[in-house]
């Protein structure tokens, strides 16, 4: 903290000095030099805030490229995912190693998968026959499976009871999300923490 606050210090010292040594250099007009002087300021300025939080550059990067693409921010073992244009949460898991994209429910109490993503992830149903389970969009008939993995970056989870069902929606639901430590919205971002 104190080397960084003497860097600070004499970089800011340095800074003055060269816009003090520039104006009495200089045989101009007094609005030439306040102008050459704003300059130099405003340069020295920015390149003490980019000095200033170089350690958090990283960090901006990650979420512009998150707010652009989508993409979640991984911030050590604490995974952040941006809010899309519909103001839903959606996510790239890997379900038994196979890329599915999830819609993020927390009212949904199982995870479900449509019966196309099943099929390339080698789930099964568990049990033979269906079973009615009650939706935000009415009675749904759904196969019980369980899949080997479940994960969304480093967050892995293992025997995960997921649902299948006859349409393409694929809903991350609450058995997945209670298994983590804690979950939060956070402004426009989902926070998962395992």
Do not use: C
């Not at 520039?22 to 805030?49: D, H, I, N």
Request: no cysteine; glycine share 10%; net charge positive.
């Amino acid at each position: 903290m104190t080397n960084s606050l003497q860097l600070g210090g004499l970089y800011i010292l340095m800074a003055i000095m060269l816009v003090l040594g520039t104006l009495m250099s200089r045989r101009e007009r007094f609005a030439s030099r306040l102008g050459v002087a704003l300059m130099w300021t405003t340069t020295f300025a920015a390149g003490f805030v980019l000095f200033t939080f170089r350690d958090d550059m990283g960090l901006v990067a990650q979420r512009l490229r998150a707010e652009a693409t989508g993409a979640p921010v991984q911030e050590g073992a604490e995974i952040r995912i941006p809010m899309a244009l519909d103001g839903h949460f959606w996510v790239d898991a890997r379900l038994n190693g196979e890329r599915v994209k999830f819609l993020v429910d927390s009212g949904a109490t199982m995870t479900t998968v449509g019966r196309e993503v099943a099929g390339r992830a080698g789930l099964t149903a568990v049990a033979p026959g269906y079973q009615l389970v009650r939706t935000g969009n009415g009675m749904v008939r759904v196969a019980t499976a369980q899949a080997e993995t479940l994960s969304i970056g480093s967050i892995e989870r293992r025997h995960v009871r997921v649902h299948i069902a006859n349409d393409d929606f694929n809903v991350l639901g609450m058995s997945f999300l209670s298994s983590l430590r804690r979950w939060s919205v956070e402004g426009r971002w989902l926070v998962l923490v395992p």
